[in-house]
């Protein structure tokens, strides 16, 4: 056996490992991109939920110090009120009991109680016990002591607290009473756990005041938050991932993650904290992350097609090649009875221009057929002699050059004949930016043929940035094409035959092409239908009409005059694009 034999079989083994080598590196790849878009995506949506949790709990805060404000100021309106004093100066509290309820109704307060002298309740907005004694409670004896609004809390039976202003009532220098108002907070905690929201209200001993959660009462918040238990491997390793997050502070209550935003509540140093559970980010990150492994799944499976149709090419390309030249053969057969098959259709509309000449629509339809395609159909003849002469000498691969260029004409007179219609039935065009200097390179390259044969010097200027206009773009190659011929027609009888193409930019965009011909003899007639100054057989006199009328469509104008050396010059004029426009401001 030969070394070249040889040679494959040793390639193989080699080729797999590259192959193994490359897959493992794609999925470690994909493993790194998913990782770092699980950091990105929860640093980016855990700042927007903290900054939620932060107003959040800003509002919870001004909540309740609204509420503690507007009971401490209430103290002081009754202890200075007539009814209550004259109340516990002759003992008849039946007019004060009415003005406590008439109070509390008000205000929203959880009750409001008259106490006399000695400690008793003599008078009360609820049904609280008369002459039950509370001299030894803290509202009673702070307000015995001090001319000013006390605050006092009072832990209850159930670990909750109660929390009371108070005020003492003077008549003549003498302590005659002290009245209670009792700040009812319950009613925040209970929206609390409506709302399904965790919160929490702390002194400046970080004790539990006020929670969502009853089970936090008697409790400081830092026992709370205490971690319980060694957590598992797994959960630890969660938690340092998480760590790894900067501008994040992130705490565990039965093992959930939260967000935490703790904001004063501008009374007596308390505070409140929010916290936000990671429910909404988790879910949006595991979106986008489901999206991310579904793309880099295709991916990957795309590879695994593609690898695998590697390896199946090699020992299929001889076949291949020949199958597609059959397929080529079939195709240009194909498209040489498309051509006949146009031929007889250009013949069949000259004669229904012909023969229905007053029938204004249909006979411009044909003739602009006929006009438009001839010149895909010349150059199609050009590439097809080329390629003739390609495959005699045995060039077949210069030969599918020649074959994909007629492939694109075809297609380009199909995609005129769909524009002729739509315009003779004033349908819709479709409209999208199109940069000029393409236009212009690609009718060149239409009429590189002629322009061969001619031996034009061809000046061509162009800007250095994109030109945009809004239009179709099959359009505006046929306006330049039908230009372009028109100035080689005029120049084909000079020794010194030369055409300028100048692209301008302003407030509007102006293409200019000029020749060096005889000039026009009459500009004003141009643009009308049928018009024309060639011998017959030569033209329609169709070209500029249409092109005119496109130009109009598009927003803009196709004017013509002489120019003051000599010869022709067609101007092009059309608004600039859009997105150019405010570019440009």
């Known amino acids: 056996m030969s070394k070249d034999a040889d040679a494959?079989?040793?390639?193989?083994?080699?080729?797999?490992?590259?192959?193994?080598?490359?897959?493992?590196?794609?999925?470690?790849?994909?493993?790194?991109?998913?990782?770092?878009?699980?950091?990105?995506?929860?640093?980016?949506?855990s700042e927007d939920q903290n900054t939620d949790a932060t107003v959040r709990a800003t509002l919870y805060a001004g909540s309740i110090q609204s509420t503690m404000q507007r009971h401490s100021v209430v103290p002081l309106l009754l202890s200075r009120d007539p009814i209550l004093i004259m109340a516990l100066k002759t003992g008849n509290f039946q007019g004060a009991e009415e003005r406590l309820r008439s109070f509390k109704e008000e205000i929203g307060a959880g009750s409001i109680f008259l106490l006399d002298a000695d400690g008793r309740i003599v008078a009360a907005s609820d049904q609280r016990p008369r002459e039950q004694y509370d001299g030894d409670k803290a509202y009673f004896t702070l307000a015995e002591a001090d001319t000013n609004t006390v605050f006092s809390m009072i832990e209850n039976d159930d670990g909750g607290y109660s929390f009371h202003y108070a005020r003492r009532i003077m008549q003549d220098e003498k302590l005659i009473g002290v009245v209670v108002v009792t700040v009812d907070l319950g009613a925040h905690e209970e929206g609390w756990r409506r709302a399904r929201v965790k919160v929490a209200v702390t002194d400046s001993e970080d004790q539990v005041l006020l929670a969502s959660e009853p089970g936090w009462r008697e409790k400081t918040l830092s026992n709370i938050l205490a971690p319980g238990g060694d957590p598992s491997r797994f959960r630890q390793a969660i938690r340092e991932a998480r760590s790894l997050v900067p501008g994040q502070s992130y705490v565990y209550i039965a093992g959930t993650p939260h967000l935490v935003a703790e904001v004063p509540v501008g009374f007596r140093n308390w505070r409140l904290t929010y916290f936000a559970t990671l429910e909404d980010v988790r879910a949006r990150v595991n979106a986008i992350l489901s999206l991310i492994i579904m793309v880099l799944a295709l991916l990957l499976a795309l590879a695994f097609y593609l690898l695998s149709r590697r390896t199946r090419a090699e020992s299929r390309r001889i076949q291949r090649e020949s199958e597609e030249l059959r397929i080529l053969n079939r195709r240009l057969s194909m498209e040489i009875g498309a051509r006949?098959?146009?031929?007889?259709?250009?013949?069949?509309?000259?004669?229904?221009?012909?023969?229905?000449?007053?029938?204004?629509?249909?006979?411009?339809?044909?003739?602009?057929?006929?006009?438009?395609l001839n010149q895909p159909l010349a150059a199609m003849k050009t590439y097809l002699a080329g390629?003739?002469?390609?495959?005699?000498?045995?060039?077949?691969?210069?030969?599918?050059?020649?074959?994909?260029?007629?492939?694109?004409?075809?297609?380009?007179?199909?995609?005129?004949?769909?524009q002729l219609k739509s315009y003779a039935r004033k349908g819709d065009v479709d409209i999208e930016p199109v940069d000029l200097r393409d236009s212009v390179r690609a009718a060149l390259s239409m009429m590189a043929p002629q322009l061969g044969k001619m031996s034009v010097n061809l000046v061509t200027t162009l800007p250095s940035e994109p030109a945009v206009v809004e239009a179709d773009p099959l359009r505006i190659e046929q306006i330049i094409?039908?230009?372009?011929?028109?100035?080689?027609?005029?120049?084909?009888?000079?020794?010194?035959?030369?055409?300028?193409?100048?692209?301008?930019?302003?407030?509007?965009?102006l293409l200019s092409i000029e020749d060096n011909g005889a000039g026009l003899r009459d500009p004003d007639k141009l643009f009308e239908p049928f018009y024309t100054t060639k011998k017959p057989g030569?033209?329609?006199?169709?070209?500029?009409?249409?092109?005119?009328?496109?130009?109009?469509?598009?927003?803009g104008r196709l004017v013509a005059r002489n120019a003051p050396d000599g010869g022709a010059v067609f101007e092009l004029v059309l608004p600039r694009g859009r997105g150019q426009s405010q570019a440009a401001e």
Do not use: C
């Open 538 to 555: 030569e033209g329609l006199g169709l070209g500029l009409a249409i092109s005119a009328g496109f130009a109009a469509e598009l927003g």
């Open 340 to 372: 006949k098959r146009v031929e007889k259709d250009l013949k069949e509309a000259e004669q229904s221009l012909e023969q229905a000449s007053k029938l204004a629509a249909l006979g411009q339809m044909s003739a602009a057929v006929s006009h438009e």
């Open 481 to 509: 094409v039908n230009l372009m011929r028109n100035a080689l027609d005029a120049v084909r009888n000079r020794d010194d035959k030369e055409i300028k193409i100048l692209l301008v930019q302003g407030d509007t965009i």
């Open 387 to 418: 390629a003739r002469l390609l495959l005699t000498r045995k060039r077949p691969e210069e030969a599918l050059s020649s074959f994909q260029r007629i492939d694109d004409l075809i297609d380009r007179m199909g995609g005129i004949t769909r």
């Open 8 to 45: 494959p079989r040793l390639n193989a083994p080699l080729g797999r490992f590259w192959m193994r080598a490359a897959l493992l590196a794609s999925v470690l790849a994909m493993a790194l991109v998913i990782w770092a878009s699980h950091v990105y995506l929860t640093r980016a949506f």
